[in-house]
Nanobody, 115 residues
Framework: VQLVESGGASVQAGGSLRLSCQASGRTPFDIYNAGWFRQAPGKEREFVALIRRDGIVTDYSDSVKGRFTISRENDKSALNLQMNSLKPEDTAVYYC????????WGQGTLVTVSS
């Protein structure tokens, strides 16, 4: 599977962004559990959110719980991340991933939140 993120931008604190990840390839997207990680400058990549392949079960890091919402549209092979109440500490490159027995990554999209 190939993954391409979009939607990254520069916003002010308190603003919102919606990230999207478009999957392509021969394998149907709905076999993959999928989610988002992020990597801030000088820091390790960290978990943000996960959604099971059926779109029902989700999980979030404590730092984004209540502000971010992950969703997927299997018929469109798309993964989304709605980010509200953004904080400067949310500044990072956001990567989507899809996984079965291995993990596939997109190239990342930059989110910058200014105070």
């Amino acid at each position: 599977v190939q993954l391409v993120e979009s939607g990254g931008a520069s916003v002010q604190a308190g603003g919102s962004l919606r990230l999207s990840c478009q999957a392509s390839g021969r394998t149907p997207f709905d076999i993959y559990n999928a989610g988002w990680f992020r990597q801030a400058p000088g820091k390790e990549r960290e978990f943000v959110a996960l959604i099971r392949r059926d779109g029902i079960v989700t999980d979030y890091s404590d730092s984004v719980k209540g502000r971010f919402t992950i969703s997927r549209e299997n018929d469109k092979s798309a993964l989304n991340l709605q980010m509200n109440s953004l904080k400067p500490e949310d500044t990072a490159v956001y990567y989507c991933h899809a996984m079965t027995s291995r993990i596939y990554w997109g190239q990342g999209t930059l989110v910058t939140v200014s105070s």
